[in-house]
């Protein structure tokens, strides 16, 4: 049976929640994101793709308490779920039998 | 910096709006939280910025994420439609056309609405454009606009326009009787913006003798030559020289200037006074001053011009209010006055028309809504299954409701077509040049987008509400089956279009029955054989003796007779005083010309005294004729031997009294009327003919009038046929009036259709079982068709007392009017309730015959 792979972003977002433990919300995230790979995510595409992985039951989330530095707003805490775990393992898994063998990338010159 | 700055709340608000995320809004919070990690770092403008620069992107997020959902939703969405559509193709075919023919009548009506609307409103000063009329009349004296100019402060400029049609001007072997002929002052093509194409506007009609045309009228008389400079002739004696071109005047105007020569010069060359107050035939004009108020202007031309006019005659104060001024652009459609330059529509019929295309609409809508619940129940286990797996309601009605509207869009498409198709024909009814042309009428397609839209909304909105409300757990448990609460709805919905359709037959037949009166009341006059000439010309007034010995020849013409206006329409109006009157006082009457066999001719009755006879030479000096009503309001005891005066000043005695006949048409009573004996200045010749060989007669006359004025175009009608065009917007009335009843029965036929169809596959099981416990045929045909019957014989009810109180109305516009009969109500009801028998009997029938081993069996 194939699997369905989850896409690169998705993957980033998965492992920097993983990487986060308990304290894996929005602000968080999205630090992680741009530390691991120097892009910064604009919040409101976060919280679509956040939703989305939700949706698919890779991440599961509830509220913290609000607090007042956050405009009384709450923190919306992300976990990484098992189907979330094994979605990131397969991943790994494929990658590293696609790239298995490759010491050096090198391309053919002309 | 304070750590509770807060961010820009307009854009928070969005975020909120568009992330709601259960009511927490966590990712408000997390912005708020770097929102003020920033502030401190790079300051607050920069934070500012980056936090709108957040909520934008986050709305492109949002849309993209939202957006892909519903194209899902979409795609299901056409998919069910459009399956829909295939699955039921009858039902859908049905409402798609009763849609498309309530459109399409929709469309017609406001293509005619709307070109009404438009008349007089293409010039550049229309809004600011007046006319001065007098009490109930149009016609104001030539000396009034040069006065209005020069003492009232509010008016820009002045012109008068006199129009006179049958003109007869020629060049060359060119012969042409000119209807749209104006006397106009130099003013008149500036004020109304005549788009020249040659010559100046400014100084075209300087020169007393100059004439300017339209592009049309030019190409009839010059063919492609070049015709400024050249000469016309008019009324054989008067040479033009054409001094400008004008592109033809559009026809929504209220009236249409083919050819145009200086006002002054009419008097002239006619010998008539300008200066005189008296001389009421011609039409003032007045531009005001940007930003006038016409009422103040109105109101300064009692004590500025009336006042010093009635003390000079010796009027006595109080004087009574005289000149009014009407906007130009409402003279098509509100101004109803005598002496009017052409025939004006009225207001009234713009408002009933509308009001029928959106009845007609109307019906159309509700046959839609009846149809798509009554159907709605077999989509009952969609819409359960949609809410099962999680539909919203709100999801479910816009389903529905894009449904409705991609039907009315279809339906649309499908009217235009078919308008585009009947143009000419509805074009030929109206009696107008409209066209349905989305470049030049841009408006108008935006309203037939907008009505698609609206008709789509309007129409699906109630089965969509009944549709979405369903409950899942009953329909799809299969208890749901029948529904009462649904079909009352539907009852009075079909109760609705069939009280429409009785009262737009009701109007038709009423009008028709107020036509035929028309056409068959004795109107005290003779109509039939004879034709009538136009006759405007020396040559032919000079040989008239002549003429009428050579017409006279040809043994199939009778009788002929010159007079100045023809029995019909006498327009032309005096006030006279009489000797025993008080002067000061004098009694408004119409009067006509004409010769000795006039009377005859026109086999009208002399009660009193005699006609006028070569008998009595003394006739010849001068001698008047009476009408009944004219005796009666002079309070005369014996009016024979009365002395009057003549307008011109002639005078003479009453000789005899005829008996009373309709002067104008039956829209009003009879007024007094005097004929003077005039057998030299004329308009009309009528020829009374013999009903055989009519050709050769108008091939005589033809000849006979090329004899003696070579030059003169030769024009004949029947005077019948004169007769009918004054109830030209009646006939009209009649004929759209009955047109669109036969769409309204016509779409209230389909929803019915639909409707038994329906109710009957409804029933299929239980018509079975009625029929195996031994119901008749005859007993099931009632059991279909009762109901909706009962409906319609309730719809009678309805629409008879509005239908009266309606045409009662109409009616009320003519002097002499029929009463409408209990038959015209008996024939409506009886028309709408065969038609709807014979629409629900057909599936009835079909129900009742079928074999009830086929309706049980898959049981």
């Known amino acids: 049976m194939s699997t369905k792979f989850i896409s690169r972003s998705e993957e980033f977002l998965l492992l920097a929640v993983w990487r986060l433990k308990e304290n894996a919300y929005g602000v968080t995230i999205r630090n992680q994101i741009k530390e691991a790979t120097g892009k910064t995510w604009a919040y409101g595409a976060l919280f679509v793709m956040l939703s989305r992985l939700e949706k698919k039951g890779?991440?599961?989330?509830?509220?913290?308490?609000?607090?007042?530095?956050?405009?009384?707003?709450?923190?919306?805490?992300?976990?990484?779920?098992?189907?979330?775990?094994?979605?990131?393992?397969?991943?790994?898994?494929?990658?590293n039998s696609v790239w298995s063998g490759i010491d050096e990338l090198s391309v053919p010159q002309e | 910096m304070s750590k509770y700055t807060h961010p820009p709340r307009l854009a928070g608000w969005f975020i909120q709006r568009m992330f709601p995320?259960?009511?927490?809004?966590?990712?408000?919070?997390?912005?708020?939280?770097?929102?003020r990690y920033l502030a401190e770092d790079l300051g607050l403008v920069r934070a500012r910025i980056w936090f709108w620069g957040q909520c934008v992107k986050a709305f492109s997020c949002y849309i993209i994420d939202e957006f892909r959902w519903r194209i899902q939703m979409f795609k299901n969405y056409i998919l069910v439609t459009v399956r829909n559509l295939k699955k039921n193709s009858k039902y859908s075919l049905l409402n798609i056309i009763g849609l498309a023919v309530g459109m399409m009548a929709f469309i017609l009506i406001s293509l005619y609405v709307q070109y009404e609307l438009s008349f007089d409103r293409h010039y550049e000063y229309a809004e600011r454009i007046y006319r001065v009329i007098r009490e109930g009349r149009a016609f104001t004296p030539p000396p009034l606009g040069p006065e209005l100019k020069e003492k009232i402060p509010?008016?820009?400029?002045?012109?008068?326009?006199?129009?006179?049609?049958?003109?007869?001007?020629?060049?060359?072997?060119?012969?042409?009787?000119?209807?749209?002929?104006?006397?106009?002052?130099?003013?008149?093509?500036?004020?109304?913006?005549?788009?020249?194409?040659?010559?100046?506007?400014?100084?075209?009609?300087?020169?007393?003798?100059?004439?300017?045309?339209s592009q049309s009228v030019a190409k009839k008389y010059f063919g492609d030559a070049d015709p400024m400079g050249k000469t016309l002739t008019v009324s054989e004696r008067y040479s033009f020289k054409v001094t400008g071109i004008f592109s033809d005047m559009p026809a929504h105007s209220h009236f249409v200037m083919d050819l145009a020569v200086p006002y002054e010069t009419y008097f002239r060359v006619t010998n008539n006074d300008i200066t005189s107050w008296r001389s009421n035939f011609s039409y003032t004009y007045v531009l005001l001053h940007e930003g006038s108020d016409p009422q103040e202007m109105e109101n300064k031309i009692a004590p500025l011009i009336e006042a010093p006019l009635f003390k000079a005659a010796g009027v006595k104060e109080p004087y009574p209010k005289y000149f009014f001024i009407q906007p130009k652009t409402e003279i098509h459609l509100r101004s109803h006055l005598e002496q009017e330059m052409g025939v004006n529509n009225d207001m009234k019929y713009i408002f009933l028309f509308?009001?029928?295309?959106?009845?007609?609409?109307?019906?159309?809508?509700?046959?839609?809504m009846n149809l798509a619940t009554a159907r709605s129940?077999?989509?009952?286990?969609?819409?359960?299954?949609?809410k099962v797996v999680g539909a919203k309601r709100g999801q479910l009605i816009a389903q529905f409701l894009g449904e409705s509207v991609a039907m009315a869009v279809l339906a649309m498409i499908f009217a235009i077509l078919v308008v585009l198709a009947a143009l000419p024909a509805f074009n030929n009814l109206v009696q107008r040049q409209l066209r349905l042309d989305p470049l030049h009428n841009p408006q108008l397609f935006l309203g037939l987008i907008?009505?698609?839209?609206?008709?789509?909304?309007?129409?699906?909105?109630?089965?969509?509400?009944?549709?979405?409300?369903?409950?899942?757990?009953?329909?799809?448990?299969?208890a749901f089956t029948r529904s009462h609460k649904g079909s009352s709805m539907r009852n009075v919905l079909v109760l609705a279009q069939f009280a429409i359709t009785i009262f737009l037959i009701v109007c038709t037949i009423a009008v028709r029955e107020q036509l035929k009166f028309i056409k068959t009341v004795d109107m005290g006059y003779a109509k039939e054989q004879i034709m009538t000439l136009p006759v405007q010309i020396g040559s032919i007034r000079q040989n008239i003796q002549s003429i009428k010995m050579a017409l006279l020849q040809s043994s199939d013409i009778i009788a002929v007779s010159t007079s100045g206006c023809l029995p019909n329409d006498i327009d032309t109006f005096t006030s006279r005083d009489w000797t025993g009157r008080n002067p000061e006082e004098p009694i408004p009457i119409y009067y006509n010309t004409a010769d000795y066999d006039y009377i005859d001719l026109f086999g009208m009755q002399i009660v009193q005294g005699r006609n006028f006879s070569m008998d009595y030479p003394s006739d010849e000096k001068g001698a008047f004729l009476v009408?009944?009503?004219?005796?009666?309001?002079?309070?005369?005891?014996?009016?024979?031997?009365?002395?009057?005066?003549?307008?011109?000043?002639?005078?003479?005695?009453?000789?005899?009294?005829?008996?009373?006949?309709?002067?104008?048409?039956?829209?009003?009573?009879?007024?007094?009327?005097?004929?003077?004996?005039?057998?030299?200045?004329?308009?009309?010749?009528?020829?009374?003919?013999?009903?055989?060989?009519?050709?050769?007669?108008?091939?005589?006359?033809?000849?006979?009038?090329?004899?003696?004025s070579p030059s003169y175009p030769f024009a004949y009608s029947f005077f019948d046929e004169v007769f009918e065009r004054a109830y030209f917007a009646e006939q009209w009335m009649g004929r759209v009036f009955g047109a669109f009843a036969i769409l309204g029965i016509f779409i209230a036929?389909?929803?019915?259709?639909?409707?038994?169809?329906?109710?009957?596959?409804?029933?299929?099981?239980?018509?079975?079982?009625?029929?195996?416990?031994?119901?008749?045929?005859?007993?099931?045909?009632?059991?279909?068709?009762?109901?909706?019957?009962?409906?319609?014989?309730?719809?009678?009810?309805?629409?008879?007392?509005?239908?009266?109180?309606?045409?009662?109305?109409?009616?009320?516009?003519?002097?002499?009017?029929?009463?409408?009969?209990?038959?015209?109500?008996?024939?409506?009801?009886?028309?709408a309730l065969l038609i709807a028998y014979l629409t629900v009997s057909y599936q009835s029938i079909k129900s009742a015959r079928a074999n009830p081993v086929d309706s049980l069996r898959y049981e």
């Open chain 2, 450 to 478: 907008f009505t698609a839209l609206f008709v789509g909304l309007f129409a699906g909105s109630y089965p969509a509400m009944r549709m979405s409300g369903f409950r899942p757990i009953s329909v799809l448990s299969g």
């Open chain 2, 354 to 368: 509308s009001s029928i295309a959106f009845l007609i609409l109307f019906i159309a809508c509700v046959n839609y």
């Open chain 1, 58 to 95: 890779y991440l599961t989330s509830h509220f913290a308490d609000p607090s007042p530095q956050r405009g009384g707003k709450s923190k919306r805490i992300f976990q990484l779920s098992p189907l979330g775990a094994k979605a990131l393992k397969d991943v790994r898994k494929a990658q």
């Open chain 2, 154 to 213: 509010e008016v820009e400029s002045v012109s008068r326009i006199l129009r006179s049609s049958d003109t007869l001007v020629s060049h060359e072997q060119n012969h042409f009787l000119e209807e749209e002929f104006y006397w106009v002052d130099p003013e008149m093509l500036d004020m109304f913006s005549i788009p020249f194409t040659n010559g100046n506007p400014k100084t075209a009609l300087n020169g007393p003798f100059s004439i300017v045309l």
């Open chain 2, 627 to 708: 009408n009944e009503t004219a005796v009666k309001v002079a309070e005369w005891e014996s009016p024979i031997g009365q002395k009057l005066t003549h307008w011109n000043g002639r005078t003479g005695e009453i000789v005899g009294v005829i008996k009373d006949f309709h002067l104008h048409s039956l829209h009003r009573p009879i007024e007094p009327l005097y004929v003077f004996l005039d057998k030299d200045n004329f308009s009309n010749i009528a020829i009374k003919i013999r009903s055989a060989n009519i050709p050769a007669t108008i091939d005589h006359v033809a000849a006979v009038m090329k004899k003696f």
């Open chain 2, 21 to 35: 995320d259960r009511g927490g809004c966590s990712i408000l919070g997390d912005m708020i939280e770097t929102y």
């Open chain 2, 749 to 831: 036929c389909l929803g019915l259709f639909g409707l038994t169809t329906f109710a009957a596959e409804q029933r299929t099981k239980e018509i079975g079982i009625r029929k195996v416990l031994g119901a008749s045929e005859s007993k099931i045909f009632l059991l279909l068709s009762k109901e909706f019957i009962r409906w319609v014989l309730l719809a009678n009810l309805i629409a008879w007392p509005l239908a009266y109180f309606a045409m009662n109305k109409w009616l009320q516009n003519f002097a002499y009017r029929i009463q409408i009969g209990i038959v015209a109500f008996l024939i409506s009801g009886g028309t």
């Open chain 2, 377 to 386: 129940l077999r989509r009952g286990k969609e819409v359960g299954l949609r």
